[in-house]
């Protein structure tokens, strides 16, 4: 198979976890007599400091000409102590999904065993948890109209959307519900916003079409409760852009560390492949940041870009054979991890190669 793919690094540790997302999916094309070619390009603070602007235009037409996008992270410091910048990072990120047409963020939250001690929740609790989160991407307050008072005595943010937003990626979570264990809870605010009342309303009809998938609705302040006291009540959850923002970044205690979680964001073309964590600049450079979710996001790739869904599974079992070593980044440490298994970002990277090479897939 051929393709090609950009690389996005970004921002902060985006820089060191996404070289061994790429250096997973050499590994695989080198196992697999794949040929995956490779470019890179600039967004977010770094290009804001290149170019001026968090999306240049060279970014964008890479973008629009690759087969699947793999991307660090995004954003710096000096934006979050200074809101009435006009220029941010998340600007790039916003335009690249409406330009892409990504409107559909699909997280899962996969638990690993080895780690259920590293979560906040208990044990018990979390056992057997496997959640996949369908996030509507272009649509919501992100991208409403957004109006504040010269003397900054008022706001607003406008949260809208058209029918033919819910519909298509509610289509998209019940096709996976199907696929999976034939669950799915939509989640709203529908006693209170227009909105989750027009969301509720189109996903209720779409749910005709597919009458084998037991279809609950939630609201949102119950959803989040129920997340964290019984997460294995859920099994695909399809949201609104900002309630999905929410859950899946409180979802992350259930897997131990946002360090573990891999995303996709995905339309009718190019995919956009991404660890959920930000760029985290207070632990950038320093060699500590966890790889995995940038590896997994690399298996999602493969998984829903390309249909290589061998390959992908070859690099979450690597992942999970490297936990099973007893292999941990600060983040997902307990108590009882040995000081000779805290690994950094590099050798943890080069763990999970090893364990992709052990392997030793026959190709026909």
């Not at 660090?72 to 335009?95: C, F, M, T, W």
């Not at 001690?117 to 044990?123: C, D, G, I, M």
């Amino acid at each position: 198979m051929k393709k090609n793919i950009l690389v996005i690094p970004g921002d902060g540790i985006g820089q060191e976890v996404t070289k061994w997302g790429k250096a997973a999916l050499e590994k695989i094309a080198e196992l697999y007599s794949h040929q995956f070619s490779f470019d890179e390009a600039i967004m977010g603070h770094v290009a804001i400091e290149a170019t001026g602007d968090p999306l240049p235009d060279e970014t964008l037409n890479k973008a629009k000409n690759s087969d699947a996008i793999l991307f660090g992270a995004i954003g710096h410091a000096k934006y979050d102590n200074d809101p009435s910048a006009k220029v941010r990072p998340e600007q790039g990120l916003l335009k690249i999904r409406k330009e892409l047409g990504l409107y559909a963020n699909i997280r899962p939250i996969l638990l690993f065993d080895e780690l259920l001690e590293a979560s906040s929740l208990k044990p018990a609790i979390l056992k057997g948890t496997d959640i996949l989160f369908f996030r509507e991407l272009t649509g919501d307050v992100y991208f409403g109209e957004k109006t504040k008072a010269d003397d900054g005595s008022y706001a607003s943010d406008l949260m809208n959307y058209h029918r033919y937003e819910v519909e298509r990626i509610a289509v998209k979570a019940f096709e996976a519900a199907r696929m999976r264990s034939k669950r799915l809870c939509s989640v709203d605010k529908a006693n209170v916003l227009e909105t989750s009342r027009l969301w509720r309303d189109v996903v209720q009809e779409v749910s005709k079409r597919y009458p084998d998938v037991e279809t609950e609705h939630m609201f949102i302040d119950n959803a989040a409760m129920q997340l964290v006291k019984n997460p294995r009540k859920f099994d695909v959850v399809l949201t609104a852009n900002l309630f999905g923002d929410i859950l899946t970044d409180e979802a992350s205690q259930i897997a131990g560390s946002m360090g573990m979680l891999a995303s996709a964001s995905i339309g009718d073309g190019t995919g956009f492949f991404e660890p959920i964590h930000g760029s985290a600049h207070d632990i950038a450079g320093k060699n500590i940041a966890n790889p995995l979710a940038s590896i997994l996001s690399a298996a999602l790739m493969l998984e829903i870009s390309f249909g290589l869904k061998e390959e992908a599974k070859v690099i979450t079992n690597a992942v999970a054979d490297t936990l099973k070593t007893g292999y941990r980044t600060t983040d997902i440490t307990n108590t009882s991890t040995a000081q000779d298994y805290i690994l950094g970002t590099a050798d943890m990277g080069a763990k999970v190669l090893e364990a992709i090479e052990a392997q030793k897939p026959i190709v026909q």
